[in-house]
């Protein structure tokens, strides 16, 4: 199912992806930016490239608290940019700047990547190097923060339901939402977007 609030941003200058670990943001939004022609950026490689640690590094040496303050100021950086597809990690939206800055940007579509959270919990668990999300280790709070999180997932333009889709099939149901490709490709965008997480 796709569920969609559109009216507004008619022609989005970019798209965040928001949605739990293992949505599918980080390889959807990749491919998302490679049909529209416009550049990919992952939140989470922002801040290792930033901070020269892994997020599960930081997350041990830091702590949370001090990752999600990191976290939104990368975020409030970054989304300034043009013909940009911006995939956040799962856990952007609880924080209440990220939340306020994000819903406030003009030109900016916001996208709710939903499935099952056994189904995501499975995908991760299923992807090499899934040990690198310190959040999906502490099983004991994982369901109480998924459902904390969902109002604020919910608050997205657009919502699509991925549990039975591919990859492509959800880049299809955001780029049919949006109307086809109504967008003006950026001058150049190729070859940036090589998935790390
Ligand atoms: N629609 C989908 N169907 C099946 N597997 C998917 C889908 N989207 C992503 N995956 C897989 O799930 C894992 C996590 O995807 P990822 O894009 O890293 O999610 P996120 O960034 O939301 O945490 C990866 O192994 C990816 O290939
Ligand atoms: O849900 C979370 O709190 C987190 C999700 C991760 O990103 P993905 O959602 O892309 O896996 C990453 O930001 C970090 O491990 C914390
Ligand atoms: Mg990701």
Same mark, same amino acid.
């Given at each position: 199912?796709?569920?969609?609030?559109?009216?507004? +941003?008619?022609?989005?200058?970019?798209?965040?992806?928001?949605? $739990?670990?293992?949505?599918?943001?980080?390889?959807?939004?990749?491919?998302?930016?490679?049909?529209?022609?416009?550049?990919?950026? *992952?939140?989470?490689?922002?801040?290792?490239?930033?901070?020269? &640690?892994?997020?599960?590094?930081?997350?041990?040496? =830091?702590?949370?608290?001090?990752?999600?303050?990191?976290?939104?100021?990368?975020?409030? =950086?970054?989304?300034?940019? =043009? &013909?940009?597809?911006?995939?956040?990690?799962?856990?952007?939206?609880? &924080?209440?700047?990220?939340?306020?800055?994000?819903?406030?940007?003009?030109? +900016?579509?916001?996208?709710?990547?939903?499935?099952?959270?056994?189904?995501?919990?499975?995908?991760?668990?299923?992807?090499?190097?899934?040990?690198?999300?310190?959040?999906?280790? *502490?099983?004991?709070?994982?369901?109480?923060? $998924?459902?904390?999180?969902?109002?604020?997932?919910?608050?997205? &333009?657009?919502?699509?339901?991925?549990?039975?889709?591919?990859?492509?099939?959800?880049?299809?149901?955001?780029?049919?939402?949006?109307?086809?490709?109504?967008?003006?490709?950026?001058?150049?965008?190729?070859?940036?977007?090589?998935?790390?997480?």
């Amino acid at each position: 199912m796709t569920s969609s609030n559109m009216s507004a +941003t008619p022609a989005p200058q970019r798209i965040v992806l928001i949605g $739990f670990m293992g949505a599918g943001k980080s390889t959807t939004g990749r491919l998302l930016a490679s049909a529209l022609g416009w550049r990919f950026v *992952d939140s989470d490689d922002l801040i290792e490239a930033r901070v020269g &640690h892994t997020i599960a590094e930081i997350f041990t040496t =830091q702590g949370e608290d001090a990752f999600r303050a990191l976290e939104s100021e990368v975020i409030r =950086q970054q989304c300034c940019e =043009q &013909h940009l597809v911006l995939a956040l990690g799962g856990g952007a939206i609880e &924080h209440p700047s990220t939340r306020e800055h994000l819903h406030t940007l003009p030109d +900016t579509h916001i996208v709710y990547l939903e499935a099952p959270l056994d189904v995501m919990v499975a995908r991760c668990l299923e992807q090499p190097g899934a040990a690198i999300r310190p959040v999906l280790a *502490d099983r004991v709070r994982l369901a109480h923060r $998924f459902t904390s999180r969902i109002p604020h997932y919910r608050t997205a &333009h657009l919502t699509v339901a991925t549990a039975h889709l591919t990859p492509e099939q959800v880049v299809e149901r955001i780029l049919a939402a949006l109307g086809g490709t109504p967008f003006e490709p950026a001058p150049s965008a190729a070859g940036e977007n090589l998935p790390t997480r």
